[in-house]
């Protein structure tokens, strides 16, 4: 049986009849993988905290004969990120952040640049980055590494940047900024500021370690979140479940 290892992050796990649990993995070199770990869910010495939600791991993983299922026999850990479990808010959106990934990766469909902006945004949130501003960077980030980036370049039907001169609203058909010029006889929702565009474009090209310093304050956020949160889910066509949490967080925290 060939074995592979490799980092990983603990998307979910399930208790598996009497002692196993089922661990759905994103690794680095295989993509998104699910795997057995036998005992468990009977011995918590087994296996300590390695497959805890969110863990940052490296697994040995044995492919089983005639089967996608893998098993899991030992697993360093690599990071835990303990202050992600001691505050619900926290939890809530790195539990959003692995869901939101778990439904756009495909098995064994191996993803780097996807495992490098999860195991940052867990990092973040572990450190007590502002969780608002991180989640619409998180959205910003996915959508134009899967291949949907928003064009918040120019408008997508005069191909202009305007500046200040006019406003600009959001296309979810054509994926970006509408100016209010060609929008004359659209209905003004989905508004954006151009100072918010200007951040919003800034925020896709910044690389991940100098991301931290991009501000954004109220009036971006109070912009940008919904549209961006409304794309990706628009986009995967499914209910995000720990969105609802979410949610309740961000009521919270906004
Ligand atoms: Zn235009």
Excluded at 147 to 160: D, E, M, Q, R, T
């Amino acid at each position: 049986m060939p074995l592979h290892k490799t980092p990983a992050i603990i998307l979910n796990h399930k208790d598996f009849g009497e002692s196993d649990k089922i661990i759905t993995l994103f690794t680095y070199s295989l993509g998104k993988i699910t795997s057995i770990a036998k005992g468990a869910k009977r011995s918590r010495k087994r296996f300590a905290n390695q497959l805890d939600l969110f863990s940052f791991v490296r697994p040995i993983l044995w492919e089983k004969h005639h089967s996608s299922l893998t098993r899991i026999d030992q697993c360093d850990l690599l990071q835990s990120f303990p202050s992600i479990r001691k505050a619900p808010e926290r939890f809530a959106y790195a539990s959003y952040f692995c869901e939101l990934v778990d439904a756009w990766v495909r098995d064994r469909d191996p993803h780097a640049e996807l495992f490098h902006l999860l195991l940052w945004a867990l990092r973040m949130v572990d450190q007590g980055a502002s969780l608002a501003p991180l989640s619409v960077i998180f959205h910003l980030r996915l959508l134009t590494i899967v291949g949907y980036a928003p064009n918040f370049i120019a408008c997508v039907n005069c191909n202009l940047w305007k500046g200040g001169q006019v406003s600009y609203s959001f296309n979810y058909e054509k994926g970006g900024i509408v100016c209010s010029d060609c929008a004359l006889n659209l209905p003004l929702k989905n508004r954006l500021s151009p100072g918010t565009v200007k951040l919003l474009s800034l925020a896709q090209k910044t690389s991940l370690a100098k991301l931290s310093r991009l501000h954004f304050s109220a009036q971006p956020l109070a912009e940008s979140a919904p549209i961006l949160e409304n794309f990706v889910h628009s986009l995967l066509g499914k209910e995000i479940k720990s969105y609802r949490f979410l949610s309740g967080a961000q009521e919270c925290i906004r």
